[in-house]
């Protein structure tokens, strides 16, 4: 039997070691840098862009973390000893180039090198958002990132009002909330942030208020003004997605102008009677609501707020089919409605996808821009149809 000093001193003589210098050339070029320490460390801060397996469950999830067996890996553990013998294990399951960091993350961090510390859920974080953390995809990783973002709903009506709830739930860390509104009891009908009570109230009072219940993680910021020229390229600065859920023309274009100069990706929602759309505007990556649609619809061809009906469960299908992409937006997961317009007909239980693109003359993401700056439209209460019928309308 070989005493422990003597298999490390084997295994270390098996087990190619590089440096911190060697260590950061060989993950700039692509290499998997390999994290075996324990949680707890993990936790204290890690390699930027590390896959965490603890020694523990190296063999189990390797294969699952780095797929090929011939890309570099460099194994790192706090010291350099675990790493030398996971590295040796790498190198038995069959990956060919394996190192382990000599010195290890200690070594690294004296370095001054750069470190990610990771935002740690407390135990009511954990057991609140445990099914998000069952899921590899979204993990505490990805809760961690949606409890860092910063989401924009513009409007705390039809559709705000479901997508703010559910991105509330899903523990989005800072929601922004734009209406300049009062509640109206035929609000009531489908949105569903507002109750009873809240009838003559500001609606960001009311919505913060619900989503505060549901969920104390979450920070409500209000702005209780209406988005105009003037204000919305700084109401928006600090966010990450925009959720559009206006009920007009002139804020829809509004807003379109402004993400796309501040270069934010923003959900776009409406809804009709019975009809719903919506899609994903990435800017510079697809079209915009210009590209789509460049004027505002004629007010005579399309009915004003006050005529226009909504069936009351519609909004909530498609508030949540926007709340459902700004999270995917946040977590960089799955692929987007950026270039499809997602259309849902209610009385047949339809969806339909129109691709969709982007417009190399479109006024504000096109290749020779006339819109530089963002502008008032005359105020518009008209909500209109588009050329695919599905409807663009109010909340
Ligand atoms: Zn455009």
């Excluded at 479901?162 to 109206?184: C, E, K, R, S």
Aim: charge should be neutral; charged fraction near 25%; hydrophobic fraction near 40%.
């Amino acid at each position: 039997m070989a005493s422990f000093k003597e298999l490390i001193r084997q295994v270390k003589s098996e087990v190619r070691e590089v440096s911190v210098e060697e260590t950061g050339a060989l993950a700039a070029r692509g290499a998997a840098v390999v994290d075996v320490r324990e949680a707890d460390e993990w936790e204290k801060g890690h390699f930027p862009g590390a896959v965490f397996i603890p020694r523990g469950f190296l063999e189990l999830r390797i294969e699952e973390k780095v797929k090929d067996k011939t890309r570099p890996i460099v194994v790192y553990c706090a010291g350099g000893t675990r790493s030398a013998l996971a590295a040796k294990t790498l190198l038995d399951l069959g990956y060919s180039e394996v190192t382990s960091l000599a010195g290890g993350f200690t070594r690294w961090r004296e370095a001054g090198q750069p470190v990610v510390v990771p935002r740690v859920l407390n135990a009511g974080q954990r057991e609140r958002y445990s099914r998000h953390l069952r899921i590899p995809e979204v993990g505490e990783a990805g809760q961690a990132r949606l409890l860092e973002a910063k989401v924009l709903l513009v409007g705390a009506g039809g559709l705000g009002c479901p997508a703010g709830l559910y991105l509330a739930a899903a523990g989005v860390g800072t929601l922004g909330i734009a209406d300049f509104d009062v509640v109206d009891l035929s609000n009531l009908q489908r949105q569903v942030l507002h109750t009873a009570a809240s009838v003559g109230r500001r609606k960001t009072e009311s919505a913060a208020a619900a989503l505060l219940a549901l969920n104390p993680d979450v920070r409500v910021v209000r702005h209780d003004e209406r988005l105009e020229a003037r204000n919305v390229m700084g109401v928006i600065e600090p966010y990450d997605v925009i959720v559009d859920g206006s009920d007009n023309f002139t804020t829809k274009y509004l807003v379109n102008d402004a993400a796309v100069l501040a270069g934010k990706p923003s959900v776009y929602g409406s809804i009709f009677r019975f009809d719903g759309q919506a899609t994903v505007f990435v800017p510079r990556q697809g079209p915009c609501y210009r590209c789509l649609f460049p004027e505002p619809t004629p007010p005579e061809l399309a009915p004003s707020c006050d005529e226009a009906g909504v069936l009351g469960v519609l909004p909530g299908v498609v508030g949540l089919i926007q709340a459902t992409e700004a999270v995917k937006l946040i977590l960089g997961r799955g692929r987007s409605l950026a270039g499809r317009l997602l259309t849902f007909d209610a009385l047949e239980m339809a969806f339909r996808e129109y691709r969709v693109a982007r417009d190399r003359d479109c006024a504000v993401c096109g290749e020779r821009p006339t819109i530089r700056d963002v502008k008032d439209l005359e105020w518009s209460c008209h909500i209109g149809t588009t050329p695919r019928e599905a409807a663009t309308a109010g909340a």
